[in-house]
T-cell receptor, first 116, second 117 residues
């Protein structure tokens, strides 16, 4: 069973619009970790955020914010006032063990295009 | 440059040939991972090392694939008798583990793109 689902394959927005990228995960573990990574055209995945399962506090970092809801198994990512430089593929990932095995399960990604 | 570096960035080969990719992780990182990414998909775990020990291998890693990390520093991923289905981006990542230092984030290289003709 797929552990991380990113239902939005592609999204296009006009610059300065807000955009939310959805992520739904599946796990039986009570302790797990969720991540968002950005993959620009250069190909290198860039870490954006990690959230522990026991910390449901939402987080804001500049124009980025993350909404973690265990009740719906979702970890959504919002970009406020989008910019052209935000154009990239964004991956949500789940890790069920931080120090043993540590397999990351990535979603299929959402390709975001910000139109100037 | 102190990030994860991979070489070569691009490799085109004919079916049946062997190829080898190299990854140099961030120097103080004790964990090294190999992932494979095909078009339109997220990275898929292949294998990982803690220092020089290969601790886990995915079932995606057929017997044509072998990975080594001989001195716990750089790693190589070799694919023997390549097939067209091996065409993908091969990503290397590293992380620091142990004594509370582990934050879970992986630091990725830019990948090695393999095209098998």
């Amino acid at each position: 069973a797929q552990k991380v689902t990113q239902a939005q394959t592609e999204i296009s927005v006009v610059e300065k619009e807000d955009v939310t990228l959805d992520c739904v995960y599946e796990t039986r573990d009570t302790t797990y970790y969720l991540f968002w990574y950005k993959q620009p055209p250069s190909g290198e995945l860039v870490f954006l955020i990690r959230r522990n399962s026991f910390d449901e506090q939402n987080e804001i970092s500049g124009r980025y914010s993350w909404n973690f809801q265990k009740s719906t198994s979702s970890f959504n990512f919002t970009i406020t006032a989008s910019q052209v430089v935000d154009s990239a593929v964004y991956f949500c990932a789940l890790s069920e063990a931080l120090d043993t095995g540590n397999q990351f399960y990535f979603g299929t990604g959402t390709s975001l295009t910000v139109i100037p | 440059d102190t990030g994860v570096s991979q070489d070569p960035r691009h490799k085109i080969t004919k079916r049946g040939q062997n190829v080898t990719f190299r990854c140099d992780p961030i120097s103080e990182h004790n964990r090294l991972y190999w992932y494979r990414q095909t078009l339109g998909q997220g990275p898929e775990f292949l294998t990982y090392f803690q220092n020089e020990a290969q601790l886990e291998k995915s079932r995606l890693l057929s017997d044509r694939f072998s990975a080594e990390r001989p001195k716990g520093s750089f790693s190589t991923l070799e694919i023997q008798r390549t097939e067209q289905g091996d065409s993908a981006m091969y990503l290397c990542a590293s992380s620091l583990s142990g004594q509370g230092a582990y934050t879970g984030e992986l630091f990725f290289g830019e990948g090695s793109r393999l095209t098998v003709l």
